[in-house]
T-cell receptor, first 113, second 117 residues
């Protein structure tokens, strides 16, 4: 079955430390890939997306993600986190030609001062 | 402000009741999506409309229905409410024809939080 997996339910990092959030998908073909962020009480905001081309994608707020076809992964990274990055992060995929985003279960990020 | 407007922000009602959630998409977007977010199920796709027509259906219960009107706003109707329907309901919109890559770039509203007592 098609699925999106975010293995880490909750991650805690110190402010200024680097961050990597994992995302794996199981689809037959390369899907379109997305990362969204949800701050408390807010809707989801698109951080970045991958459709094709360069496998390293730059997004907003200093985030980047790398698509690795061989690992069916699309991990989100940030070199130095800020306290304002505390939020829930969702990886999402859609099969090309399909019409719905499928979301992972989310990773809650806590930032220690 | 994402440009997608959802009302009401909060709604408390009793089991067995019926509610309507409203969504105005971002200006120029023809597609509207509804998602349900709950602690146990995560973000679940419910239904999608494009320019007034239903385009895709997900895990939407028979007690739920939706439509998109000629002015492109959409309503999600939830009836015979149960405790388990308590959730955050998101509307999202996108430009582009369904199936095109751009159609999958969704802009989300802030959500409507439904509490069923």
């Amino acid at each position: 079955a098609q699925s999106v997996t975010q293995p880490d339910i909750h991650i805690t990092v110190s402010e200024g430390a680097s961050l990597e959030l994992r995302c794996n998908y199981s689809y037959g073909a390369t899907p379109y890939l997305f990362w969204y962020v949800q701050s408390p009480g807010q809707g989801l905001q698109l951080l970045l997306k991958y459709f094709s081309g360069d496998t390293l994608v730059q997004g907003i707020k200093g985030f980047e993600a790398e698509f690795k076809r061989s690992q069916s992964s699309f991990n989100l990274r940030k070199p130095s986190v800020h306290w304002s990055d505390a939020a829930e992060y969702f990886c999402a995929v859609v099969v090309q030609g399909a019409q719905k985003l499928v979301f992972g279960q989310g990773t809650r990020l806590t930032i220690n001062p | 402000d994402s440009g997608v407007t959802q009302t009401p922000k909060h709604l408390i009602t009793a089991t067995g009741q019926r509610v309507t959630l409203r969504c105005s998409p971002r200006s120029g977007d023809l597609s509207v999506y509804w998602y349900q977010q709950s602690l146990d199920q995560g973000l679940q796709f419910l239904i999608q409309y494009y320019n007034g027509e239903e385009r895709a259906k997900g895990n939407i219960l028979e007690r739920f229905s939706a439509q998109q009107f000629p002015d492109l706003h959409s309503e999600l109707n939830l009836s015979s409410l149960e405790l388990g329907d308590s959730a955050l309901y998101f509307c999202a919109s996108s430009a582009g024809f369904p199936g095109q890559s751009g159609a999958n770039v969704l802009t989300f509203g802030a959500g409507s939080r439904l509490t069923v007592l």
